[in-house]
């Protein structure tokens, strides 16, 4: 890499990565029957905001002229490899809908930690239409973010009622 533009490249390939990974662990999460509607409801959501924001970068490639870069995300796959473990332990339902809720949390920090640097980044190299599609990414996990904290603290607290 020899540009700016290039390690813009690069990053977005990152996101396109982790958001394919996500969409992923997304229906894990989905497939291990989470007894509460809401989080139910709220990672369902975030699997088809994946696929919207996914499609955004790439027409943010298309319009830089570029094709996507085959990189991965790794930190997204510790989120996975991390779930699978946590299933193989003894665990109740509350407990595995709690886990679920925060690899939902992680996720999303992963991604606006992502949105956040390569909005810099699209300001910087003035890539207007990518920063634009890259901003609604960002707004879209930060109002999921918002969700998933509300519903933690909600569940951390039933969970702590009855095993108190």
């Given amino acids: 890499m020899k540009t ?3 390690i813009f490249f690069y990053e977005l390939a990152a996101m396109q990565d982790l958001e394919h990974q996500a969409r992923s662990i997304l229906g894990l999460l989905i497939g291990t029957r989470i007894q509460d509607s809401t989080l139910k409801r709220i990672i369902e959501d975030m699997a088809h905001a994946s696929e919207r924001h996914s499609d955004r970068i790439d027409a943010c490639l298309r319009h830089l002229g570029t094709a ?6 790794a930190p997204i796959r510790g989120v996975q490899d991390d779930f699978q473990v946590f299933l193989r332990t003894p665990h109740n339902d509350a407990v595995r809908d709690l886990y679920a809720l925060n690899a939902a949390q992680r996720i999303t920090k992963l991604a606006i930690a992502g949105y956040e640097h390569l ?3 699209a300001t910087t190299i003035a890539a207007v239409t990518c920063t634009q599609c890259l901003l609604k990414n960002l707004i ?5 973010s918002q969700q998933l904290r509300k519903l933690n603290q909600t569940l951390s607290e039933q969970l702590l009622a009855t095993t108190t």
């Fill in 4 to 6: 700016a533009n290039e």
């Fill in 68 to 73: 996507p870069l085959q990189t991965r995300s």
């Fill in 119 to 121: 909005t810099d980044w």
């Fill in 140 to 144: 879209e996990k930060t109002e999921t």
